[in-house]
C-alpha cells in the first residue's frame, strides 16, 4: 500500500467571488444559490474518477462548508443518480476562474472573495486543504 498522500498542487489566485450562484439543475430548471456562509464549489465532470465521490457520496467531511457541485455540462446519463445536486453553470465556472475540472475554490462570503482552490481527488484531501478556514 502506498503512502503517497494526493494534495492540490495548483497556486491559489486570489480575486473576488459572487454572492450568488447562478445556474440551472440537471432537470433544466434554474437555479440561484445565494452563498451566505462558507462555500465549497466543487467543478465536475463527466467519466472523472476524482468527481465521482462528490457526486455520488456523502460528502461527511465537508459538513463544516456548504458544498455546491457545477459542471460545465449535464453528465448526460452518468449523473442521473446522482446522490448531490448538481448545478450546471458554465458562465459560473467562468466567472469563479475555474479553468477545467476536477477543481474546487472556497467562497468566503464575509470577504466576497475567493480563499482558496486547487484540483480536487477527494473529500478527504479537499477537507484537508480547507481545514484552516474551517477552524480559524
Same mark, same amino acid.
Given at each position: 500500500?502506498?503512502?503517497?498522500?494526493?494534495?492540490?498542487?495548483?497556486?491559489?489566485?486570489?480575486?473576488?467571488?459572487?454572492?450568488?450562484?447562478?445556474?440551472?439543475s440537471l432537470?433544466?430548471?434554474?437555479?440561484?444559490?445565494?452563498?451566505?456562509?462558507?462555500?465549497?464549489?466543487?467543478?465536475?465532470?463527466?467519466?472523472?474518477? +476524482?468527481?465521482?465521490?462528490?457526486?455520488?457520496?456523502?460528502?461527511?467531511?465537508?459538513? +463544516?462548508?456548504?458544498?455546491?457541485?457545477?459542471?460545465?455540462?449535464?453528465?448526460?446519463?452518468?449523473?442521473? +443518480?446522482? %446522490?448531490?445536486?448538481?448545478?450546471?453553470a458554465p458562465?459560473?465556472?467562468?466567472?469563479?476562474?475555474?479553468?477545467?475540472?476536477?477543481?474546487?475554490?472556497?467562497?468566503?462570503?464575509?470577504?466576497?472573495?475567493?480563499?482558496?482552490?486547487?484540483?480536487?481527488?477527494?473529500?478527504?484531501? %479537499?477537507?484537508?486543504?480547507?481545514?484552516?478556514?474551517?477552524?480559524?
Open positions: 500500500m502506498s503512502s503517497i498522500r494526493a494534495r492540490s498542487f495548483d497556486a491559489f489566485r486570489a480575486r473576488p467571488a459572487p454572492s450568488v450562484l447562478k445556474g440551472r432537470a433544466g430548471n434554474d437555479r440561484f444559490l445565494l452563498v451566505k456562509r462558507l462555500t465549497l464549489v466543487v467543478a465536475v465532470k463527466p467519466h472523472c474518477d +476524482g468527481c465521482h465521490d462528490f457526486v455520488f457520496g456523502d460528502l461527511r467531511e465537508l459538513e +463544516g462548508v456548504e458544498v455546491v457541485v457545477v459542471s460545465s455540462t449535464s453528465g448526460d446519463a452518468e449523473w442521473s +443518480g446522482a %446522490v448531490q445536486p448538481i448545478l450546471v458562465e459560473l465556472m467562468n466567472e469563479l476562474g475555474v479553468r477545467s475540472a476536477p477543481f474546487y475554490v472556497l467562497i468566503d462570503p464575509s470577504k466576497s472573495l475567493i480563499v482558496s482552490e486547487g484540483t480536487l481527488f477527494s473529500p478527504a484531501q %479537499v477537507a484537508s486543504e480547507i481545514a484552516r478556514f474551517l477552524n480559524p
